[in-house]
């Protein structure tokens, strides 16, 4: 297991499992990467609190992992698209190094600086930063969200 997820996996155990009912192969990969239990029937997955699922088949393209909460009705799944909606329009006219974001990290003229992100999140301004060309590590206090 790669030592980011040493964390991830020890405080929530229990609360997190990767949901293998729409797409089985592309969960057990995962799984295994994250060492995280996997859930394959409706049954499984009800004793865990927080789920990541695949929102589409395995035959599409792109099917994004979301998070979801079993805990009762808490809306729609938590998911962050950078391929398009807003994300992918920022990225595409978003004003390149021009934009506030980019000056303040010190993406001037050619330079890619090193940044440290420690309050991750979604990963929203780090992708955009990482899309400029500055090298970004992610850090997230979060378990879930990491």
């Known amino acids: 297991m790669h030592p980011i997820f040493e964390n991830v996996t020890t405080r ?28 394959q029937s409706d049954q499984d997955c009800d004793a865990f609190t927080y789920l990541l699922t695949w929102l589409a088949g395995s035959d599409d393209a792109y099917a994004p992992l979301a998070l979801r909460d079993t805990s009762g009705d808490s809306g729609d799944p938590l998911w962050v698209d950078f391929i398009g909606g807003k994300m992918g329009h920022r990225r595409r006219f978003g004003g390149g190094r021009n934009q506030p974001l980019a000056r ?12 440290l992100d420690a309050t991750a999140g979604l990963g929203r301004d780090s992708f955009i930063l990482a899309s400029l060309g500055a090298r970004v590590t992610l850090l997230e206090r979060s378990p879930v969200m990491a």
């Open 104 to 115: 303040a990290m010190g993406l001037k003229g050619g330079a890619n600086p090193l940044i």
């Open 12 to 39: 929530a155990t229990g609360q997190l499992a990767i949901d293998a009912r729409n797409d089985s192969k592309r969960s057990r990969e995962l799984a295994l990467r994250l060492g995280l239990p996997l859930c």
